[in-house]
């Protein structure tokens, strides 16, 4: 297997698991006040941000070609 194969599946699984914690995130916050998820929300989005991008720079890093 490739190592281009190995991060597309860890980015696979990475979306899962962010998908699986948004999910949990959203039944926690489902009867929360509304300052709480639009202070929550943005935080979370950046973070998620940050950990795509974080992943992009450290594949990029490895696989060359």
Do not use: C, Q
């Not at 990475?14 to 995130?25: C, T």
Request: charged fraction near 15%; hydrophobic fraction near 60%; avoid cysteine.
């Amino acid at each position: 297997m490739a190592l281009e194969e190995k991060y597309a599946i860890a980015l696979g699984v990475l979306s899962i698991a962010l998908w699986g914690g948004s999910f949990v995130l959203a039944k926690a916050l489902a009867d929360a006040p509304n300052r709480v998820i639009r202070t929550v929300l943005p935080i979370v989005g950046v973070l998620t941000l940050a950990l795509f991008g974080t992943f992009v720079v450290i594949a990029r890093a490895h696989v060359k070609g």
